[in-house]
């Protein structure tokens, strides 16, 4: 069964903690993605990457970085967490033939406290 | 990219069909119709997309109007397991998918 997994469900951290979000999907899929969500604003882009050690800038990427060093693995980095970067954090991965055929993770809900 | 208008809730019994429908009057030649759906403390899960034509799989069957400015997704025979917000995303190709606040469908006993 094909996965995207994330290190974490559920994550506490405190203001001005560097945070790392961690995701490995194994479908060798070229693309991966990183959303946030919340209630009543529904998932906004992050930041997304076509290939190994290239990044572009969702919607929203402010206060956020990324990393790509590995194929399978895309990190997603808070530089110094505040209290509203609280959310569900979501990591999704598609092939390049099929860049809108998005397979999630199960996401991870931090709290920044 | 085009924006789509569902319904914010719906009911329907399990084992009847579940008819999802999504409003997108300013759809242009280009861009796709696509269907996710989120089950509670799960991330989106893809179920279908077209262009023109109706389309029918494993999951889901897609019917667009001929003019594509609405379409309906029908789950044939709903089980609570089908219970889930359902997302109608309007997109071109190569463009990002935005997620709106989608229709959330209970699926009763």
């Known amino acids: 069964d094909v996965k995207v997994t994330q290190s974490s469900r559920y994550l506490v951290k405190r203001t001005g903690e560097k945070v790392f979000l961690e995701c490995v999907q194994d479908m060798d899929h070229e693309n991966m993605f990183w959303y946030r969500q919340d209630p009543g604003l529904g998932l906004r882009l992050i930041y997304f990457s076509y290939d190994v050690k290239m990044k572009e800038k969702g919607d929203i990427p402010e206060g956020y970085s990324v990393s790509r060093e590995k194929k399978e693995r895309f990190s997603l980095i808070l530089e110094s967490a505040s209290t509203n970067q609280t959310s569900m954090y979501l990591c999704?991965?598609?092939?390049?033939?099929?860049?809108?055929?998005?397979?999630f993770g199960s996401g991870t809900q931090l709290s920044v406290l | 990219d085009a924006k789509t208008t569902q319904p914010p809730s719906m009911d329907c019994a399990e084992g009847r069909a579940a008819n999802l429908p999504c409003n997108h009057s300013t759809i242009s030649g280009n861009e796709y119709v696509y269907w996710y759906r989120q089950i509670h403390s799960q991330g989106p899960q893809y179920i279908i997309h077209g262009l023109k034509n109706n389309e029918t799989n494993e999951m889901a069957s897609l019917i667009i109007t001929e003019d594509r400015k609405s379409s309906t997704l029908i789950l044939p025979h709903a089980t609570l397991r089908d219970t889930a917000v359902y997302y109608c995303?309007?997109?071109?190709?190569?463009?990002?998918?935005?997620f709106g606040q989608g229709t959330e469908l209970s699926v009763k006993p």
């Open positions: 999704a991965s598609s092939p390049r033939q099929v860049e809108e055929k998005l397979f």
């Open positions: 995303i309007v997109r071109r190709h190569g463009g990002k998918l935005i």
